[in-house]
């Protein structure tokens, strides 16, 4: 008898054909909206795996709802929705996506950074209002990124790979983190500082953290203030690490140049968010892997990592091995 696999959104046909050889499997027919909470928790009852997104959360209430569960499959390089204590204690394995989207959301990030410094979008709204009368000296100037200091809060992966790219606008790199990263140091030229050091000196702090404990409201009313006010605050990683309203406090008393948000702490953005009503904010529905390539990438890996973990094999990306030896 073939594993039975529930999977909480649309995937493409790529990432199914995995599963559908070794698993049988139900799916949530949406693929822009998630699955109801009380349908998941129906869904799970009778299932040895799931291939899950960001947008469910996984603790242990829900978990005691899947009593075979064996293997959970995150689509995502982090996994904040899910309890890892509460996983390993059921020996319930959890894998992520990691490494697939890294040069994918760097992308992303830099063309954030981009946009935010030179008020792209603010810009385009001018021109398409008819707003645009005549050239003049100062009209929408932004800030330098050229020879600017670029401040990276967490050197992993993502962190390294947007450092990669400042290289060219010759950008000094100064990076914070629990630990010094002496191969980043050595390829980058990137120099380690505490938090309070690199907000100082950066012009541009990208924040590139996993969400946890201990980085949750990381940069809040004080850290905002130590920043310069014509710094860019790019945060593609996790929108918890940031305190919003500290954050829309900075950017309204001038504190702080321009923030480029591709994450909120709460998911999706209500349309009348407070700091979408900014001309200083250019902000983006968390979009850092979303390209077509590494999405279907990501769906893929997750799909063999659940498969590999229910027929036997080791999975490609753990996160609590501990589990899968259990």
């Known amino acids: 008898m073939k594993p039975k696999v529930y999977i909480t959104r649309q995937l493409p046909d790529r990432a199914l054909a995995i599963i559908a050889e070794a698993c049988d499997f139900r799916m949530w027919p949406e693929a822009e909206n998630a699955v109801p909470a009380n349908v998941l928790d129906e869904e799970i009852r009778d299932v040895d795996g799931v291939l899950s997104l960001l947008t469910e959360q996984w603790d242990g209430a829900r978990l005691a709802r899947a009593p075979r569960l064996r293997v959970l499959a995150n689509m995502a390089a982090g996994y904040d929705n899910v309890s890892i204590p509460d996983c390993t204690a059921r020996g319930v394995l959890v894998t992520n996506t990691?490494?697939?989207?890294?040069?994918?959301?760097?992308?992303l990030t830099w063309a954030l950074l981009m946009a935010t410094a030179r008020r792209l979008p603010e810009a385009e709204r001018v021109l398409k209002a008819g707003r645009w009368q005549t050239w003049s000296p100062m009209m929408l100037t932004g800030q330098d990124v050229y020879g600017a200091t670029l401040g990276i809060i967490g050197m992993g992966r993502i962190g390294r790979a947007v450092a990669r790219r400042s290289l060219g606008f010759a950008m000094p790199i100064i990076y914070t983190g629990r630990h010094r990263h002496e191969e980043a140091e050595a390829e980058l030229g990137a120099r380690?500082?505490?938090?309070?050091d690199l907000l100082r000196q950066s012009d541009f702090v990208v924040v590139q953290v996993p969400l946890s404990a201990e980085t949750r409201g990381l940069l809040g009313a004080r850290e905002l203030t130590l920043m310069k006010p014509t710094a860019c605050l790019i945060n593609t990683a996790r929108g918890g690490i940031v305190d919003e309203a500290a954050l829309y406090d900075a950017l309204v008393g001038g504190r702080l140049w321009a923030a480029g948000l591709d994450v909120f702490a709460s998911e999706p953005a209500a349309h009348d968010h407070p700091l979408l009503g900014l001309d200083n904010v250019?902000?983006?529905?968390?979009?850092?892997?979303?390209?077509?390539?590494?999405?279907?990438?990501?769906a893929t890996l997750a799909a063999e990592n659940l498969v590999a973990a229910l027929t036997g094999g080791r999975p490609p990306t753990p996160v609590n091995p501990e589990a899968w030896s259990q």
Not at 192 to 196: A, E
Not at 284 to 292: R, T, V, W
Request: proline share 6%.
């Open 98 to 107: 990691r490494g697939v989207l890294t040069e994918t959301t760097a992308d």
């Open 282 to 298: 250019v902000a983006l529905p968390h979009i850092g892997s979303a390209s077509i390539a590494t999405r279907t990438r990501m």
């Open 192 to 196: 380690y500082l505490p938090l309070d």
